[in-house]
């Protein structure tokens, strides 16, 4: 997806955008490596709460 400078998303708008993309793609995993694991969950988890998305879940592993 690519975006005109000046109709930019938001980072945050862009992830969820993004995880949004993968997950009606079907992809069976998605690997994410941040320093910042707790907004990242919330995150997520925001995305799978979506209607279109609650029936899949959400399985989450963490090496903390």
């Known amino acids: ?5 000046s109709r930019e998303l938001p980072a ?3 992830l ?3 995880l949004d993309e993968y997950i009606r793609a079907r992809y069976g995993l ?3 490596q ?3 694991e707790e ?3 919330r995150f ?3 995305v799978a709460d979506h209607e279109r998305h609650r029936a899949k879940g959400l399985y ?3 090496v903390r």
């Open 44 to 46: 997520m988890r925001g």
């Open 39 to 41: 907004r990242f969950l």
């Open 34 to 36: 941040t320093f910042e």
């Open 60 to 62: 989450l592993w963490s």
């Open 16 to 18: 969820i955008l993004s």
């Open 1 to 5: 997806m690519t975006l005109s400078p």
């Open 12 to 14: 945050t708008e862009a």
């Open 30 to 32: 998605l690997a994410v």
